[in-house]
């Protein structure tokens, strides 16, 4: 299904997410310009989920699911299981310097959001775009604009 230019922001997040999610994986090729070594993964993974993960992550927690909550109890059931592997990949991937077996941890990390990812893309989207209207739809979306020029507006305050 194609995606609504409401959720199409949150879409091209998931590709970055997905690479990271590929990269991490124990079988993972040689991928240019990236880490091949897992401490440098481990730092890939680390810097991804600051600058993107992250705000990602507030997007959905704050603007969508409570936009969507409550109207149908299968999307509720759905973001109670979203809302646990947020907490899940970023305790998981804040706690990686300790990880003991490091190989095993970004493997873990990158099948479980390969998979979250793909939740949210086939189930979660496609549900979303069936439940709301246009009209609600331009709404959502304005709330998605509106977090991105914030997060911006302080990436720019924080580098001056």
Known sequence: MKRHNAIV???RDHQKGLMLAQLLKSNA???????PDHVGKM???KETFELDLKNHFEDEEKILFPFIKGRDLECDKLIDELLEEHRFLSQRI???N?????????DLIGRTLEQHIRKE???LFNRIQDLLNENELEILKSKIELSRKQYIKS?????H
Request: proline content about 6%.
């Open 9 to 11: 922001q949150l879409s």
């Open 29 to 35: 090729p040689a991928y240019k310009g990236l880490p």
């Open 43 to 45: 730092s890939y993974a």
């Open 94 to 96: 804040s706690q990686l």
């Open 98 to 106: 300790e990880s003991e077996n490091l190989v095993n941890e970004l």
């Open 121 to 123: 893309e086939r189930i």
């Open 155 to 159: 990436c720019k305050t924080k580098s």
